[in-house]
């Protein structure tokens, strides 16, 4: 059974930093795509960033390339999202999510790729 459990939201000044935190339970967690999506009110779920456990390769989305990382420990089967230089537009419940099975991520980062989810953090970025 996969079990993902998100933390580290919270709310925080522009120009401020957070750490999210994903802790899977996993039956195989190496050479998994996990990756880390948000929805805001009205708008629909987005791909931020992903993680492939295999050999660490990244990729982010424009909106926070550059400000975002994505990093893990496998000894812990813990994916972590560092989020520097926070605007409100970030302001969102931020998902962690797995793509089911083992194998290379998806070319897109976009929900339906991605089989297994947690139950998200909030984060509010205030002006």
């Known amino acids: 059974q996969v079990q993902l459990v998100e933390s580290g939201g919270g709310s925080v000044q522009a120009g401020g930093s957070l750490r999210l935190s994903c802790a899977a339970s996993?039956?195989?967690?190496?050479?998994?795509?996990m990756g880390w999506f948000r929805q805001a009110p009205g708008k629909e779920r987005e791909g931020v960033a992903r993680i492939y456990t295999g050999d660490g390769d990244t990729y982010y989305a424009a909106s926070v390339r550059g400000r975002f990382i994505i990093s893990q420990d496998s000894a812990k089967n813990t994916v972590y999202l560092q989020m520097n230089s926070l605007k409100p537009e970030d302001s969102a419940m931020y998902y962690c999510a797995v793509v089911a099975g083992s194998g290379l991520c998806p070319l897109v980062l976009r929900p339906e790729k991605f089989g297994y989810w947690g139950q998200g953090t909030q984060v509010t970025v205030s002006s």
């Open positions: 996993l039956y195989t967690y190496r050479s998994r795509c």
